[in-house]
C-alpha cells in the first residue's frame, strides 16, 4: 500500500509498504480523509520536542471498515468511521479514572508511532466511532475540534457567562463554537484581524479585540469592569498565557488548551486575589467525539469553510510547503483518498 513517510525534517517520501494485518480487538480501516494540523507541520519542520524520525504522520482521521470481527459497538465492514488517535493503557491512575485522553503512557498515532498517511491501518475497533449521519470530510476534522469541546466541558462554563478565548487557529475556532452552543457570550482574541473577522462568521463570536490594542481596557469596556468568568488560551504563546491571569475576573477560570515548551510565570497577588482556577487541557475524550458529531449532524457546525484547502494524497508531498504560509489563509487543509 501507498504509504508517505516524513523521513527527516523537511522531506516526505511515497514508499510502497505491506498491508497490516488486524490483531487481537483491531480493525483493518481503509483512510479515506487526513486532516493536516499544526503538530504535522511542526513535525515537518523539525520543530516538534522529542520527535523521532521516520514517522508516518496523520492522526486526524477518517476512513471506511474494511476487516472488523464480531464487536459490542455494532460496527461492520464498510461503516465509515471516525478515528480516535490516543490510544490508551486502560490501567494507570489517569485511566482509571476515566481520563484516558491523559493517559501517564498515552501513545497518539501519527506522533509518538505511525500514523494514517496511507492506505490502510490496523486499530483497536474500541477506538472506532461510526461516522453517522456527517460526511468523511467532516468525520476527518473530529478530533481537530474535540479539542475545544474538551476545554469547554473542562471549563463548565455558564450560560450568559462572558467568555474570552485568545488564539483563532483550528484550536481555539473550536472552543468558540463549543463555548457559543454552551450558551456563553464570546469574546475572541487574536493578533490577526483576518482570523478575528472570520470567528465574527464562524463561531460566530460575539465581539473581537485586537491583543495589540489595549486589550485591558476593551476587556473591560465589554464586561462593565468585571471580566471575563472564563478565559482559554489557545495560542501556543507563552506571553499571551502569562497576560491572560490579568484578563480573568475575580473567581473566574483560565483555561490553558494551548501548550509551550517554556516555563511560565505569574504574579501571585494578581492570580491570588482572584481566587481564580487554573486549568489545563489536553486531547479530548470519546465523550467529547460525541459531542462533536452530533453537533455537525445537527448542521450546527460550517465545516465547508473551515476547511480551507483540499488535495488528493498522491499530491500531499507537493502541496505540503503551501500550508506552512499564512498568507495562503489555510485553516485547515485536507488530504483525500
Ligand atoms: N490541548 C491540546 O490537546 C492541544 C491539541 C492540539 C493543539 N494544541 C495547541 O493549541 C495551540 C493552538 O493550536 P492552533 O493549531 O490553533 O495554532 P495556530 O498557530 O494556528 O493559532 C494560534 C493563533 O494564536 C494567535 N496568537 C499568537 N500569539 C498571540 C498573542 N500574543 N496574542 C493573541 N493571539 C496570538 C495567532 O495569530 C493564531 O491565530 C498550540 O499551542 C497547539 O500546540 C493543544
Ligand atoms: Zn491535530
Ligand atoms: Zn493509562
Not at 490508551?88 to 493517559?103: E, L, Q
Not at 490594542?213 to 476593551?218: S, V
Request: hydrophobic share 40%; glycine share 8%.
Amino acid at each position: 500500500m501507498k504509504t508517505i513517510v516524513c523521513e527527516q525534517p523537511d522531506q516526505f517520501v511515497l514508499k510502497e509498504k505491506d498491508l497490516p494485518t488486524a490483531g487481537t480487538d483491531q480493525a483493518l480501516v481503509r483512510i479515506r480523509r487526513i486532516g493536516i494540523c499544526g503538530t504535522d507541520l511542526h513535525a515537518y519542520k523539525g520543530r516538534q520536542p522529542f520527535f523521532s524520525y521516520p514517522r508516518v504522520l496523520g492522526h486526524e482521521l477518517s476512513g471506511e471498515i474494511m476487516e472488523i470481527g464480531p464487536n459490542d459497538e455494532g460496527l461492520q465492514a464498510g461503516d465509515p468511521v471516525v478515528i480516535i488517535p490516543y490510544m490508551h493503557c486502560g490501567s494507570c491512575i489517569a485511566c482509571r479514572n476515566g481520563k484516558t485522553n491523559c493517559c501517564t503512557k498515552l501513545d497518539l498515532i501519527g506522533v509518538h508511532s505511525d500514523g494514517g498517511m496511507c492506505e490502510v491501518i490496523a486499530h483497536p475497533v474500541s477506538l472506532l466511532m461510526k461516522a453517522d449521519g456527517i460526511s468523511l470530510e467532516q468525520a476527518a476534522i473530529v478530533e481537530c475540534l474535540s479539542i475545544g469541546a474538551h476545554a469547554v466541558r473542562r471549563s463548565e462554563l455558564k450560560p450568559q457567562e462572558n467568555v474570552l478565548v485568545i488564539g483563532s487557529g483550528p484550536i481555539g475556532l473550536g472552543v468558540m463554537k463549543f463555548a457559543k452552543l454552551a450558551g456563553a457570550r464570546v469574546m475572541a482574541m487574536d493578533i490577526n484581524d483576518e482570523r478575528l473577522a472570520y470567528c465574527s462568521h464562524w463561531a460566530p463570536v460575539d465581539d473581537t479585540i485586537n491583543a495589540l490594542h489595549n486589550p485591558l481596557e476593551r476587556l473591560l469596556a465589554l464586561t462593565e469592569g468585571e471580566l471575563p468568568a472564563v478565559v482559554f488560551d489557545a495560542t501556543g504563546n507563552a506571553q499571551s498565557m502569562m497576560d491572560a491571569f490579568q484578563y480573568t475576573a475575580h473567581g473566574g477560570k483560565l483555561v490553558f488548551v494551548g501548550l509551550v515548551k517554556q516555563e511560565l510565570t505569574f504574579n501571585d497577588p494578581e492570580f491570588h486575589k482572584r481566587e481564580m482556577t487554573l486549568l489545563s487541557s489536553r486531547n479530548a475524550a470519546r465523550v467529547d467525539f460525541q459531542k462533536v458529531m452530533q453537533a455537525m449532524a445537527d448542521g450546527l457546525i460550517d465545516t465547508d469553510s473551515y476547511i480551507t484547502h483540499r488535495c488528493p494524497f498522491d499530491a500531499m508531498i507537493g502541496e505540503f510547503d503551501s500550508w506552512l504560509k499564512p498568507e495562503t489563509g489555510v485553516i485547515k487543509a485536507m488530504v483525500e483518498l
